[in-house]
């Protein structure tokens, strides 16, 4: 199966700077990778996807990028703001049934000092 | 529009007893799965449903049933519950639709969660 290991575990970072998020996949068949914020006590919610066939997308103040070859893909936080201090999770599928079956990481904890 | 519900919030069972865990979705969703969290660990799928009558195991299904009469709601039963099932369950849906290159249009719309305790 499936294997996705995210880092850091934890980041802090001052308002204002940026945060990148890494992960690395092991299944070349993947092709959908989106990435969740979750709040603490809250479900986890979609921020951001890409699938296999992208190597970038962005919107506003976060990005992806995705390398295909090297099986690592990336989250971009510029201008960072407080409320974007939450846990970020990584996750990949492959087909038949995509993104109804995600293989996560193990999260990154980002706090945005003020 | 209530979107994915869960119930209970919270549960907290002695070790050997059953349970159900409900989760409907008022959203017409095809696609329904489970999930459970554990601190570092992140998500990992326990079943999934891609429609009424089909069910299929995911990554740590020991120990729980599933089962799709219908399109709205996916039970998991916990048969014999052990303290190790102690966590925080999430169901989600999601339906599959035609997009164009890079576009969400599988995205999973996670219930609130069920913290469960084993003792």
């Known amino acids: 199966g499936e294997n996705v290991e995210q880092h850091p575990s934890t980041l802090s970072v001052q308002e204002g700077d940026s945060a990148v998020i890494k992960c690395t996949y092991s299944d070349s068949a993947s092709n959908y990778f989106p990435w969740y914020k979750q709040e603490l006590g809250k479900r986890p919610q979609l921020i951001i996807d890409i699938r296999s066939n992208v190597g970038e997308k962005k919107d506003q103040r976060i990005a992806v990028t995705l390398n295909k070859t090297a099986k690592h893909f990336s989250l971009h936080i510029t201008e960072t703001q407080p409320e974007d201090s939450a846990v970020y999770f990584c996750?990949?599928?492959?087909?038949?049934?995509?993104?109804?079956?995600?293989?996560f990481g193990t999260g990154t904890r980002l706090t945005v000092i003020p | 529009n209530a979107g994915v519900t869960q119930t209970p919030k919270f549960q907290v069972l002695k070790t050997g007893q059953s349970m159900t865990l409900q989760c409907a979705q008022d959203m017409n969703h095809e696609y329904m799965s489970w999930y459970r969290q554990d601190p570092g660990m992140g998500l990992r799928l326990i079943h999934y449903s891609v429609g009424a009558g089909i069910t299929d195991q995911g990554e740590v299904p020991n120990g729980y049933n599933v089962s799709r009469s219908t399109t709205e709601d996916f039970p998991l039963r916990l048969l014999s519950a052990a303290p190790s099932q102690t966590s925080v369950y999430f169901c989600?849906?999601?339906?599959?639709?035609?997009?164009?290159?890079?576009?969400?249009?599988?995205?999973?719309?996670f219930g609130p969660g069920t913290r469960l305790t084993v003792l």
């Open positions: 989600a849906s999601s339906y599959s639709r035609p997009g164009t290159s890079g576009s969400s249009y599988n995205e999973q719309f």
């Open positions: 996750a990949a599928s492959r087909p038949p049934h995509g993104a109804n079956n995600l293989f």
